[in-house]
């Protein structure tokens, strides 16, 4: 014979509520039941049906479903990176969709993988800064990603320096790879005022995953001073 069920309606801060006592389960374990929202229950993003056989143990919806007037917010990936929310509902991948109060501010911070560059929002967003949206309907956002174009990225520790007759001027530069550079670089001066010359330690060096520092060092023989700027 069959068993009969108990349905229950929950979610969080609001008390369970029986939708039915009693709804007949066949024999094979089959059944079905229609059920209205009841009048008095209040809106809730986060609600869940609970099934109850008494001796048979019990279970409940493994997803919350809304009750009331929300507004979805749906990210997709277009490359290797991922989105994150300020208020992190949305951590996409894998939680790419969240259901939010009309009105809602939410904003999106787009974040490319190892070797890769955020190149832009597209669908109800837009640029390559963060995206912000008010929650008076329901929105899609792509973020797209690209891998980054080989080559070498410069670190200085001073961007400009005088340096008089008969002086010395050191600069620390950290040299780094993008976009999966590997390579030698030999590094030397050019374009540099009369009487006055410069060295690269190490100048010439293979250049990877790992950083590289070199030291750059420029003097000046002349009457006058001579400007350096990298």
């Known amino acids: 014979p069959g ?3 108990k349905l229950t309606l ?54 919350d479903f809304a009750v009331g007037n929300f507004y979805q917010l749906l990210v997709s990936l277009n490359g290797n990176g ?6 992190n509902v949305i951590n996409c ?3 790419c969709s969240a259901i939010y109060d009309p009105a809602a501010s939410v904003t999106l911070m ?4 190892p070797n890769h560059e955020f190149t832009g929002w597209s669908g109800d967003c837009s640029g390559t800064g963060s995206c912000t949206l008010t929650m008076s309907s329901d929105h899609a956002v792509s973020a797209n990603f690209a891998p980054l174009a080989p080559g070498i990225n410069f670190g200085v520790s001073s961007s400009s320096a005088t ?3 008969g002086s010395t001027a050191q600069y620390s530069i950290t040299l780094s790879a993008r976009g999966n550079f590997s390579g030698v670089v030999a590094l030397s001066c050019s374009g540099l005022p009369i009487a006055a010359s410069c060295a690269f330690n190490p100048n010439n060096f293979s ?5 590289v520092t070199t030291s750059l060092s420029i003097r000046t023989t002349g009457p006058s001073a001579a400007v350096l700027g990298i």
């Open 110 to 113: 787009a974040l490319p993988m």
């Open 3 to 5: 068993v009969d069920v």
């Open 93 to 95: 991948a894998p939680n």
């Open 207 to 211: 250049l990877g995953a790992t950083p």
């Open 10 to 63: 929950s979610a969080r801060g609001y008390p369970s509520k029986v939708i039915t006592h009693s709804t007949p389960l066949g024999a094979n374990g089959s059944g079905s039941y229609t059920w209205t929202i009841p009048a008095d229950l209040p809106p809730d993003k986060y609600y869940r049906v609970s099934v109850a056989a008494s001796g048979h143990g019990s279970d409940s919806s493994d997803r």
């Open 163 to 165: 340096v008089r007759a």
């Open 82 to 87: 991922m989105v994150n929310s300020v208020d």
